[in-house]
Every structure is written in C-alpha cells, then in structure tokens.
C-alpha cells in the first residue's frame, strides 16, 4: 500500500495475537505489507495464523509471550527480532477481563486482570522502548484501551481500572519518549463483536445493549482497520499521546 498509510517497511509486534482483535489487527497489517510478530502465551493459535499470513505471501513469526512476566517479554522480543530484525512498531492488545461484582472480585482476579491489561502493556512498551533508544531507532507503540477506560459498567471494575490506566500511560509514555522519537498512542473501541462474546450479541441483553449504541450496532472487528492502520503508519506521525475512540457514538449516549 503506498501513500501516508503504507506500513509495507514496518515490522510490527502484536501482543494478544492469538484471538479476536489480535488476530484481525495481524491480518490487516499484514495484508498491507508488513512483516508482523505475532505473540500469546499459547503458540498453538499463532502457528495457524503464521501459516494463514505466509500463505498469502505475508512475512510473520509466531513468539511465545506471557505479558505478565517481564523475562517473558525480552525473550519473545529477542526471538522476533532474530527472525524478522528490529521490532519498529508494538501493539500493546494482550488483554482479559473478570466478570464477577467488585465485591466478588478476589485478590487473585484483580492480579490477573491488572497484570495482563496495565503491567504488561507497560513493560512490553518500556521493553521496546529501551531497545529503541539504544539502537537510535524511530519508534511507535500502538496501546489498545477501551471505552470503559473513559466510562464504567458494572461487574468488570478491575478491567474498566486497568483500561483507565493504559490511557494515563500512553500520555506519560509518550511525554516521555518523544524525544527519542518514540510515538505512544491508543485505540479505544468500543463494544465489539468477536468470537469471544458472538453468542452474547444474540441474547436479549446483548440486543438492549446494541440499541443504547447511537449507530445501532455493535462494531465489528473490521472497523478497527483504519485507526490501526492510522496509527502503525506515518500518517500518525504527528501523533503522539492521543486516543483514538471508535465505538459507534457509544460514549455520546
């Protein structure tokens, strides 16, 4: 793809790629012609989507990451950029989430879910970062966040708490790092449908849910190609510190 969009000389790794909007954000970064990294705890999901891209030409590795444990995060790094070279872009996405009231929640639910959402996406991004500097690299770290870090519903606090936190850190990351050349900015979708929640969006409560959002609809994963595409390319480059929602109007109503 040529033009202010073209990310064919990136080589971008993506956190949570195994599922959902990993999986859909590897597919179009690659099908725009960059060589992707493609990192989860389990590898048997990436081997798939390895084959799937490299079959259609595409260049990709499947890493082994466990975001929650920072040795993890330098070896899968060190194993990406082995096989494709300098890592140029990362796409914090790695993410999940508890469903129980806060009341509910324990002390391990909170662990996991900040862990995986907030102090993963952190240290994945200080990683590359460190990396970046010393190599004299310019740089660009896409975080995915969330509407519920703007806005909140019930029986998911840690998440909505861990989402409010990676907007804080792609400001103060990105206050940070400019000067080194290093962009930090975030994706906020809004309710989307993925093979996680599908069977949701069919029940009474997911289309009651559907009708409070102003375009009608849930988003599907599709409709966060451009926002990545925006901000894995140049044409963010005078971008940095922002957050990019796309949710249908859902933060209006």
């Known amino acids: 793809m040529s033009g202010i969009f073209d ?13 959902g909007l990993g999986r859909q954000f590897a597919r179009v970064l690659a099908a725009h012609g960059a060589a992707v990294a ?20 595409g260049r990709a590795v499947a890493v082994q990451m466990d975001v929650t444990d920072t040795a993890s995060i330098g070896q899968a790094f060190d194993a990406a950029e082995a096989a494709l070279g300098p890592i140029s872009v990362l796409i914090n996405n790695a993410g999940i989430a508890v469903e129980k009231l806060a009341v509910d929640q324990t002390e391990a639910d909170w662990d996991s879910v900040i862990g995986a959402n907030l ?11 460190r990396r970046m500097i010393a190599r004299k690299q310019e740089g660009n770290i896409v975080n995915i966040a969330s509407v519920l870090g703007f806005g909140v519903t019930k029986f998911v606090s ?3 708490i861990s989402k409010a936190g ?12 400019a000067g080194n050349r290093i962009r930090v900015n975030a994706i906020a979708p809004g309710y989307i449908d993925t093979d996680m929640n ?17 375009q009608r609809r849930v988003g599907h994963e599709t ?4 926002a990545i595409l925006l ?23």
């Open 7 to 19: 990310v064919s000389k990136e080589i971008i790794l993506i956190t949570g790629a195994s599922q």
């Open 38 to 57: 493609l990192a989860a705890r389990q590898t048997d999901k990436l081997k798939s989507l390895q084959d799937e891209i490299t079959g259609k030409g």
């Open 119 to 129: 102090k993963g996406a952190y240290f994945a991004a200080t990683e590359i970062a």
């Open 158 to 160: 840690p998440y909505t």
């Open 166 to 177: 990676i907007v804080q850190a792609t400001k103060a990351l990105a206050l940070e790092l």
């Open 198 to 214: 599908h069977k949701f969006w069919e029940t009474p409560a997911g289309e009651k849910l559907a009708k409070r959002i102003p």
């Open 223 to 226: 409709d966060l190609d451009g």
């Open 231 to 253: 901000l894995a390319s140049q044409a963010s480059r005078y971008m940095t510190g922002s957050t990019v929602t796309v949710d249908g109007g859902f933060l209006l109503n």
